[in-house]
């Protein structure tokens, strides 16, 4: 058995370089589309301005794609040095969406960077801005395909076990594409990141405005950024439902710990909007309810009875004394293939697989047949995530979400209404609001990944199965070494992004000779001079 600290220091360092890396994404998603947005007025307007724009907020984009990309491409390694056996047991199916989004995805967003920012002299208007808009969804189609990995992950479609291989095959690329998991989740994390470009926007113009630098751009950004994020708001929260709803059916485990609901309540059942859930006492030490709301936010009927941790426990554990017998038939395949009875033994007991694994740790010596029935209740114990973690990570998610939506109302009146800058207070409290949608991002990862425990992929395969046989030294080692380095990669960025905000649009915007200025490559330059200067 794999040493249950080194699973942990596993966990905690994917964990880590995941956080790390998920606050370079979503402004990366949101900003593309952004610019594509300005870009696109510029084209059609002819109005050098939005041009001026599109320089600006792209210098800023370019930052956080590059050390985005830094940070990302350790994850992958990851599973093969970290997660040894879980890239074994599901490699046939996760690598493909990951190979298709380094092969199709990346590389096409990677290559139009380059021309979008090498490329406006060299090509038509409309040409840029096709690459503009390329980029675009190049960044998007790489979160398609990861977020096609990850869904197989929350919810299991397209493949089986082979129990001649030992491993899961492919057996529908189009399922595994169009999991509704994988879907709604791409949706949902895709207009996350048009929420979080569209606050940073507003919060960069905003701190413009109030000190009366490049008012006629800030005044502009801000106003497309703020009807961006309004519409973005609305349907994150929207598609946040839909998906919430797919998860219901899922992973009612999740839905579950995420409502802190213990006991199966009647129809309509009650909605704790603040509780404190206490996992050993199996309750909540308090909650504050409104009555007769988490049945139809849940299942979109005012009848249907959303199970409770209780009855999940009790339906788990019958699935795990099945799935007991699909392992015993496992072991016995894997000494003699050929075995029939053993064969029609495990297919009998085949889809409760994964949960005779969940309780494959407390079998004594490795024997599943001295199992007694308190192992069993610990191994269905085991099956619901920490419900305090889940429970709390989901409403700041939804709390915050709230916030930037009244914020955006605000911003889309005050900015429609042409008297933006009269309201100085908002203006000063509008920079603030640029770390809430990171935030939420980051607390909408957790609830997606705590929500899944204790399994790496839901039903099929324990966490604490996945891990590598590594040293808890190396493990020590390496944790702090991803910690310190992504430290020093988020540090750059904050010095780079406020060195070029600081600096604001190049001083010469109003100049007649702009147009033949060199673009983003000519502000780079002068920024990198500024630097080695020390100004």
């Given at each position: 058995?794999?040493n249950?600290?080194?699973?942990?220091?596993?966990?905690?360092?994917?964990?880590?370089?995941?956080?790390?890396?998920?606050?370079?994404?979503?402004?990366?998603?949101?900003?593309?589309?952004?610019?594509?947005?300005?870009?696109?007025?510029?084209?059609?307007?002819?109005?050098?301005?939005?041009?001026?724009?599109?320089?600006?907020w792209?210098?800023?984009?370019?930052?956080?794609?590059?050390?985005?990309?830094?940070?990302?491409?350790?994850?992958?390694?990851?599973?093969?040095?970290?997660?040894?056996?879980?890239?074994?047991?599901?490699?046939?199916?996760?690598?493909?969406?990951?190979a298709?989004?380094?092969?199709?995805?990346?590389?096409?967003?990677?290559?139009?960077?380059?021309?979008?920012?090498?490329?406006?002299?060299?090509?038509?208007?409309?040409?840029?801005?096709?690459?503009?808009?390329?980029?675009?969804l190049?960044?998007?189609?790489?979160?398609?395909?990861?977020l096609?990995?990850?869904?197989?992950?929350?919810?299991?479609?397209?493949?089986?076990?082979n129990?001649?291989?030992?491993?899961?095959?492919?057996?529908?690329?189009?399922?595994?594409?169009?999991?509704?998991?994988a879907?709604?989740?791409?949706?949902?994390?895709?207009i996350?990141?048009?929420?979080?470009?569209?606050?940073?926007?507003?919060?960069?113009?905003?701190?413009?405005?109030?000190?009366?630098?490049?008012?006629?751009?800030?005044?502009r950004?801000f106003?497309m950024?703020?009807?961006?994020g309004?519409?973005?708001?609305a349907?994150?929260?929207?598609l946040?439902?839909?998906?919430?709803?797919?998860?219901?059916h899922?992973?009612?485990?999740?839905?579950?710990a995420?409502?802190?609901?213990?006991?199966?309540?009647?129809?309509?059942?009650?909605?704790n909007?603040?509780?404190?859930?206490?996992?050993?006492?199996?309750?909540?030490?308090?909650?504050l309810?409104?009555?007769?709301?988490?049945?139809?936010?849940?299942?979109?009927?005012?009848?249907?009875?959303?199970?409770?941790?209780?009855?999940?426990v009790?339906?788990?554990?019958?699935?795990?004394?099945?799935?007991?017998?699909?392992?015993?038939?496992?072991?016995?395949?894997?000494?003699?293939?050929?075995?029939?009875?053993?064969?029609?033994?495990?297919?009998?007991?085949?889809?409760?697989?994964?949960?005779?694994?969940?309780?494959?740790?407390?079998?004594?010596?490795?024997?599943?047949?001295?199992l007694?029935?308190?192992?069993?209740?610990?191994?269905?114990?085991?099956?619901?995530?920490?419900?305090?973690?889940e429970?709390?990570?989901?409403?700041?998610?939804?709390?915050?979400?709230?916030?930037?939506?009244?914020?955006?109302?605000?911003?889309?009146?005050?900015?429609?209404?042409?008297?933006?800058?009269?309201?100085r207070?908002?203006?000063r409290?509008?920079?603030?609001?640029?770390?809430?949608?990171?935030?939420?991002?980051?607390?909408?990862?957790?609830?997606?990944?705590?929500?899944?425990?204790?399994?790496?992929?839901?039903?099929?395969?324990?966490?604490?199965?996945?891990?590598?046989?590594?040293?808890?030294?190396?493990?020590?080692?390496?944790l702090?070494?991803?910690?310190?380095l992504?430290?020093?990669?988020?540090?750059?960025?904050?010095?780079?992004?406020?060195?070029?905000?600081?600096?604001?649009?190049?001083?010469?915007?109003?100049?007649?000779?702009?147009?033949?200025?060199?673009?983003?490559?000519?502000?780079?330059?002068?920024?990198?001079?500024?630097?080695?200067?020390?100004?």
């Amino acid at each position: 058995m794999i040493n249950p600290t080194v699973v942990e220091l596993s966990r905690w360092q994917f964990a880590a370089t995941a956080l790390y890396h998920f606050l370079f994404v979503p402004l990366t998603l949101g900003m593309t589309f952004m610019l594509a947005a300005m870009e696109t007025v510029y084209v059609t307007t002819g109005r050098e301005i939005y041009r001026r724009m599109v320089e600006f907020w792209g210098k800023l984009f370019l930052i956080n794609f590059a050390l985005g990309v830094a940070t990302g491409l350790t994850m992958e390694f990851e599973f093969g040095t970290n997660w040894s056996f879980y890239s074994g047991f599901v490699g046939d199916i996760f690598g493909a969406p990951l190979a298709i989004e380094g092969l199709m995805a990346f590389f096409m967003e990677s290559t139009f960077i380059g021309l979008m920012v090498f490329g406006w002299k060299r090509l038509s208007k409309m040409q840029h801005l096709l690459v503009t808009y390329l980029v675009a969804l190049g960044s998007n189609l790489s979160a398609l395909w990861i977020l096609v990995a990850n869904g197989f992950m929350q919810d299991p479609q397209g493949a089986h076990f082979n129990p001649v291989t030992m491993r899961m095959e492919l057996t529908s690329l189009p399922a595994l594409i169009f999991s509704p998991d994988a879907q709604a989740k791409f949706v949902h994390t895709s207009i996350a990141g048009y929420v979080t470009a569209s606050i940073f926007v507003c919060g960069i113009s905003a701190w413009y405005l109030y000190r009366g630098r490049h008012v006629e751009l800030a005044r502009r950004s801000f106003r497309m950024a703020a009807l961006f994020g309004v519409l973005a708001t609305a349907g994150v929260i929207t598609l946040g439902d839909a998906l919430g709803f797919v998860g219901a059916h899922a992973q009612p485990s999740k839905l579950a710990a995420m409502e802190a609901m213990w006991k199966t309540e009647p129809a309509p059942a009650p909605f704790n909007v603040v509780a404190w859930p206490d996992q050993k006492r199996r309750d909540n030490d308090f909650a504050l309810q409104v009555p007769y709301v988490l049945t139809p936010l849940l299942t979109h009927t005012l009848n249907q009875t959303v199970p409770g941790i209780d009855d999940i426990v009790r339906d788990n554990r019958e699935r795990i004394v099945s799935g007991v017998q699909a392992v015993q038939a496992l072991k016995q395949l894997s000494a003699k293939p050929d075995d029939a009875p053993a064969m029609a033994q495990f297919k009998a007991h085949e889809s409760d697989l994964g949960y005779g694994f969940l309780a494959e740790r407390y079998a004594p010596d490795d024997d599943l047949a001295r199992l007694s029935p308190s192992d069993l209740d610990k191994a269905a114990w085991d099956s619901i995530p920490n419900v305090f973690a889940e429970f709390w990570s989901f409403r700041l998610m939804v709390g915050m979400g709230l916030l930037m939506l009244a914020f955006f109302v605000l911003s889309t009146l005050f900015t429609l209404r042409r008297d933006l800058q009269r309201h100085r207070w908002f203006l000063r409290l509008a920079p603030w609001m640029i770390p809430v949608p990171f935030l939420a991002c980051e607390f909408g990862w957790l609830t997606a990944e705590l929500g899944r425990q204790p399994w790496t992929v839901y039903g099929l395969l324990p966490t604490w199965m996945s891990a590598s046989t590594h040293s808890v030294g190396y493990m020590v080692f390496s944790l702090i070494g991803f910690v310190t380095l992504y430290s020093v990669f988020i540090a750059i960025e904050m010095y780079l992004m406020v060195r070029f905000i600081r600096q604001g649009p190049h001083e010469h915007d109003a100049g007649p000779a702009d147009s033949q200025r060199p673009a983003w490559g000519g502000g780079y330059a002068t920024a990198g001079a500024m630097m080695r200067k020390g100004d």
